[in-house]
């Protein structure tokens, strides 16, 4: 079974605070995902990686940034987390010929206080 | 641009009816087509996908979808619904490299 793990399930930090959140597969997947949830508006990209290095953004980068330095982290980062980041952050991975096919992990719940 | 639309917030049934999730979505070319579960306290879950073909798919845990072009719709049907499938339902639609465009979502409750 393809796994998908989020470093945290549950996470609190203060307005101002550089926030990491880490995603790791442990399929070999080459695209990795992050999506924002709130109640009402579904499920969001903020960013897309198709391969290492290799990012581009989604419907709402505006306040984040990714790294992906090895195939199977992927890593979201608040530069200066703000209240309106307070939010469900799953991310997901795909194969590159099944790209729709995509496996979440379980979800951070980001409060940003 | 491409939009899904999930028309109802929430849905109750009662153990053992049938049940159907209604989704539109908005697209220019033949949509690939999705829904996902989320259990509570899990990630989404692929129920069931629509690329070709037969209009009418079937997924697992029982679940079926038919893809109706005139009425741009994919809704979401069982015929039974058991305690277990309490939980939120996503349509989505497949966009331009390997992205989802997903619904509102719609949270389904299940009374004994």
């Known amino acids: 079974d393809v796994k998908v793990t989020q470093s945290s399930r549950y996470l609190v930090k203060r307005t101002g605070e550089k926030v990491f959140l880490e995603c790791v597969q442990d399929m070999d997947h080459e695209n990795m995902f992050w999506y924002r949830q709130d109640p009402g508006l579904g499920l969001r990209l903020i960013y897309f990686?198709?391969?290492v290095k290799m990012k581009e953004k989604g419907?709402?980068?505006e306040g984040y940034s990714v790294s992906r330095e090895k195939k199977e982290r992927f890593s979201l980062i608040l530069e200066s987390a703000s209240t309106n980041q307070t939010s469900m952050y799953l991310c997901a991975s795909s194969l590159s010929d099944?790209?729709?096919?995509?496996?979440?992990?379980p979800g951070t719940r980001?409060?940003?206080t | 641009a491409q939009?899904?639309?999930?028309?109802?917030?929430h849905i109750t049934v009662s153990e053992g009816a049938s049940l159907e999730l209604r989704c539109n979505y908005s697209y220019g070319a033949?949509?690939?087509l999705f829904w996902y579960v989320q259990s509570p306290?899990?990630?989404?879950?692929?129920?069931?996908?629509?690329?070709?073909?037969?209009?009418?798919?079937?997924?697992?845990?029982?679940?079926?979808a038919e893809f109706k072009r005139s009425q741009s719709s994919f809704n979401l049907r069982k015929p039974s619904v058991h305690w277990s499938d309490a939980a939120e339902y996503f349509c989505a639609v497949g966009v331009r490299g390997n992205k989802l465009v997903f619904g509102a979502g719609t949270i389904l409750r299940v009374k004994s």
Do not use: A
Request: charged content about 20%; overall charge negative; cysteine-free.
């Open chain 1, 98 to 105: 099944r790209g729709y096919e995509q496996y979440f992990g």
């Open chain 1, 49 to 51: 990686s198709y391969d």
């Open chain 2, 3 to 9: 939009s899904v639309t999930q028309p109802d917030i």
């Open chain 2, 41 to 64: 306290g899990q990630g989404l879950q692929l129920l069931l996908k629509y690329f070709s073909g037969d209009t009418l798919v079937q997924g697992i845990k029982g679940f079926e």
């Open chain 1, 59 to 61: 419907d709402i980068p």
């Open chain 1, 110 to 112: 980001l409060t940003v």
């Open chain 2, 30 to 32: 033949t949509p690939y």
